[in-house]
């Protein structure tokens, strides 16, 4: 499975946007890159994913660069409750895919 | 509650005990998980099964055995276990095994051993 890399952790502002970036370099043409995250004491939860467009839905945005070898999630306002582990994941498009997690982003807020 | 609920929430148990999780998903998924996340360590998958049946096996000891007798539900069998196997033991679903779907997990058993 490709490696992300991701900063350890971030700190932001409530109400603020947050982008937290992803770097994957060696992403091949089929990998989807799927975004999760954890809140203390609970199971992993499903954000987004993408493969090459943007992409957004009610939670936050994908931002995928066009050579595909980074993307940046972003939350357009920040509340306590987005304080999680945000883990960014290349899954393989074929039928053996699977999530592989890494350590992910520890994303503070501040009120 | 996210559509995958497993049971029990927490659960101690002794090295010579035999217990199981169970998992259980009506989201008409095709694909069950079972991951370990020990303390300070990123989440490990431990089994896959695709249309119940099992395609990984990621080098778990035998002492963890799982069993998936339909597509809605998922168990996980523990005997003889470690102390050093005490962790949060997650479990997911997927429609499909590719990259274009998302997995939905479910708030985990904390395994405590001793």
């Known amino acids: 499975d490709a490696k992300t890399t991701q900063p350890n952790s971030m700190e932001s502002n409530e109400e603020e946007p947050v982008h937290l970036p992803c770097n994957h370099s060696?992403?091949?043409?089929?990998?989807?890159i799927h975004w999760y995250r954890q809140l203390p004491s609970q199971g992993p939860e499903y954000v987004i994913h993408?493969?090459?467009s943007n992409v957004n839905n009610r939670m936050a945005s994908l931002a995928i660069a066009e050579d595909r070898k980074s993307s940046t999630l972003i939350l357009h306002r920040a509340t306590l409750r987005d304080a999680a582990v945000y883990y960014c994941?290349?899954?393989?498009?074929?039928?053996?895919?699977?999530?592989?997690f890494g350590k992910g982003t520890k994303l503070s807020v501040k009120p | 509650e996210t559509g995958v609920t497993q049971t029990p929430r927490h659960l101690v148990m002794g090295m010579t005990n035999k217990k199981s999780l169970k998992c259980e998903q009506h989201?008409?998924?095709?694909?069950m998980y079972w991951y370990k996340q020990s303390a300070k360590k990123p989440l490990e998958l431990m089994f896959v099964?695709?249309?119940?049946?099992?395609?990984e096996n990621n080098s778990v000891p035998s002492r963890f055995s799982p069993e998936c007798p339909n597509s809605s539900h998922l168990f996980l069998h523990l005997h003889t276990l470690q102390p050093e196997d005490s962790a949060l033991y997650l479990c997911?679903?997927?429609?499909?095994?590719?990259?274009?779907?998302?997995?939905?997990f479910g708030s985990g058993t904390r395994l405590t051993v001793v």
């Open positions: 994941i290349l899954r393989e498009g074929g039928s053996q895919g699977n999530l592989i």
């Open positions: 997911a679903s997927s429609q499909g095994g590719g990259g274009g779907y998302g997995y939905t």
């Open positions: 099964y695709s249309l119940e049946e099992r395609v």
């Open positions: 993408g493969l090459t």
């Open positions: 989201l008409g998924h095709n694909a």
């Open positions: 060696t992403i091949s043409g089929t990998d989807y």
